[in-house]
């Protein structure tokens, strides 16, 4: 069991010592490298901080504008379950484009570049997994995603939007659980500070009259039963699929590419695809759609071009939220998921002209103070990190 992590030391070792040889030969040596090497981890550190930020911004904006969407969908006379949970996973063919440009980068890369070859010859032995191996994660994640989807989309039909944001607050405890274990994540002071408020924010928003926050009031006990029951229960299951695919990358993918996580996100969303599809014409609902587009409110176009567009911002978070995981951990881009909950009811004042009360924009000062907290413990995790290498 020790023995895989010290070859990868000397690997990775092998790595910096020739891009430290390489940037000292580049700079005529002797004590030029030290301040070139530092200079060089700056840099990277600034290139990290601006990727976590473009990350942060497609995970916040695309749930913000695929949640407000699908509030339209649903006000205007759209009403089927499955088709509200297609349209989190059928969006994947946008992604198709950017895949093969990385393949054809990834291609250019290696025919320009012959010095790394012997040692990712290597690396890739030692972790590439089998073709079997790597279907038996897509499909089994993609069976979790397709039934989590549609659990969101019975809770979103069922519940009061306060009510519901205050349920989906609970994956971040469900996230920290699974987290703790499948993923060996470290507590620190501030991260509970972090935790304990993101809760509070949303949990606020539960406060709110049912009228002012967008949802069906009169549904049957036992409809909202089933709604706080499905809304629960998705929330369990995002917080598990999250953990897990940050095990995948870690204990099984065991690769950093912008490629590997294009395959996460788009095999992933194919398997659900497949699956939601089978439920939406086994169901019958599918042969209603017709009846469906012509009932909505906005029109056959709009009716379309709402639901495309929920696809896109769906996948837009899926980049966002996957790259958070690839990049930082699966409870971070939960934390960043559940920012942006109180944003949803705010920009609702705007849309659709709902109330502004107070506890909102506590709220939303909660949401903020408890996002700064997180990264402010990252922010000491990279400081402490850097400091013996500097030294």
């Known amino acids: 069991m020790g023995e895989a992590p010290e070859v990868q030391l000397q690997i ?18 002797g004590g030029g490298g030290q301040s070139t090497t530092t200079t060089t981890q700056h840099r990277k550190s600034y290139k990290w901080w601006i990727l976590m930020a473009i990350y942060t911004v497609f995970c916040l904006a695309g749930q913000t504008v ?15 379950k499955w088709m509200a949970t297609l349209v989190q996973t059928s969006g994947f063919p946008v992604l198709i484009p950017f895949y093969y440009l990385v393949l054809f980068k990834k291609t250019t890369t290696n025919s320009v570049d012959h010095e790394q070859n012997d040692i990712s010859s290597v690396r890739n032995d030692m972790k590439s997994p089998s073709l079997l191996v790597l279907t038996a994660v897509y499909v089994s994640l993609g069976i979790l995603l397709a039934g989590d989807c549609l659990l969101y989309s019975l809770g979103l039909l069922y519940l009061p939007v306060s009510t519901y944001s205050l349920i989906c607050a609970s994956q971040l405890a469900f996230n920290a659980f699974f987290s703790f274990f499948l993923n060996s994540q470290k507590f620190t002071p501030f991260i509970i500070n972090s935790l304990v408020l993101l809760t509070v924010s949303s949990a606020l928003l539960v406060f709110q009259t049912d009228s002012s926050s967008g949802g069906s009031s009169t549904v049957s006990k036992s409809k909202y039963a089933i709604g706080f029951i499905c809304t629960v229960a998705a929330s369990a299951g995002y917080g598990l699929m999250l953990s897990l695919i940050q095990f995948c990358f870690q204990r099984v993918l065991k690769q950093q590419s912008f490629k590997i996580m294009l395959d996460m996100i788009i095999y992933t969303a194919v398997v659900a695809t497949v699956i939601i599809v089978v439920g939406l014409f086994g169901s019958g609902e599918g042969e209603n759609l ?4 012509h009932r909505f409110e906005l029109g056959k176009v709009s009716y379309v071009m709402v639901l495309v567009w929920i696809a896109i911002s769906w996948q837009v978070f899926s980049i966002g939220s996957v790259g958070l995981i690839f990049e930082v951990s699966a409870l971070f881009s939960n934390v960043i998921s559940t920012v942006g909950l109180p944003i949803v009811p705010v920009l609702a004042v705007i849309c659709f002209h709902d109330s502004m009360s107070g506890i909102k924009v506590i709220s939303m000062v909660l949401a903020i103070w408890g996002f700064v907290s997180y990264v402010y413990q990252h922010y000491l995790d990279d400081r402490e990190y850097k400091t013996p290498t500097q030294v």
């Not at 695929?66 to 089927?80: E, V």
């Open 12 to 29: 990775i070792g092998q790595e910096n010592r020739g891009a430290n040889w390489a940037e000292e030969t580049n700079n005529g040596g």
């Open 66 to 80: 695929a949640t407000l969407l699908g509030r339209l969908y649903y006000d205007k006379g759209g009403n089927s």
């Open 290 to 293: 017709g009846r469906e587009m």
